[in-house]
């Protein structure tokens, strides 16, 4: 008799995700044209992935950046966002060889997320919110075409990592 309505707003979530198994390919494919090409020959480069890190190491400096335009290569291609590698500095150690380590970072950071939301809210979209959910943001609002308006700002708009916005719902 008493029949309960739910009101079903348009939503959907921005997230920042990172195939991994991409990932590991690119590396896998960096590695091997790394042992095969004469500029690496004799300098012990060796690119490897473990633990949401991928690690160079090679006998110099010039030698770490050109693995480094090797991988990111590797990676565009396979559709990997340059913008998820965190670039740690590159350290020399004992006996003439250089490491670098690269986190791939997954995940929208709560600070990228109020910045997020923050963006949303100065867009001034009426009907239009954001809530931070662990690592996404779910954005919400009375209109389809709102939301369509806010994913093209949030295109537009750089925040330092890659955003895809997936689980539209009308």
């Known amino acids: 008799m008493f029949g309960i309505s739910y009101i079903i707003v348009p939503t959907f979530d921005v997230v ?14 960096a590695q091997r044209e790394a042992t095969t090409r004469f500029d690496f020959k004799d300098t012990n480069s060796i690119i490897e992935y473990s633990d949401d890190e991928i690690k160079l190491s090679s ?19 396979r559709g990997v966002s340059l913008k998820s590698l965190d670039r740690g500095e590159v350290i020399e150690g004992g006996r003439g060889v250089c490491r670098q380590t690269i986190k791939v970072v997954a995940g929208i950071s709560t600070e990228k997320a ?37 994913i093209g700002k949030l295109k537009e708009a750089d925040f330092g990592i890659p955003l895809q916005f997936n689980n539209f719902r009308d």
């Open 16 to 29: 920042s995700e990172v195939n991994i198994q991409e990932v590991r390919n690119a590396v896998d494919q």
């Open 114 to 150: 109020k910045a997020i939301n923050k963006f949303i809210k100065d867009a001034a979209i009426k009907g239009v919110s954001g809530s931070i959910q662990g690592d996404s943001l779910r954005v919400s609002g009375k209109k389809r075409d709102d939301l369509q308006l806010v």
């Open 59 to 77: 006998s110099s400096r010039d030698r770490i950046a050109a693995l480094l335009v090797v991988l990111e290569e590797k990676l565009v291609k």
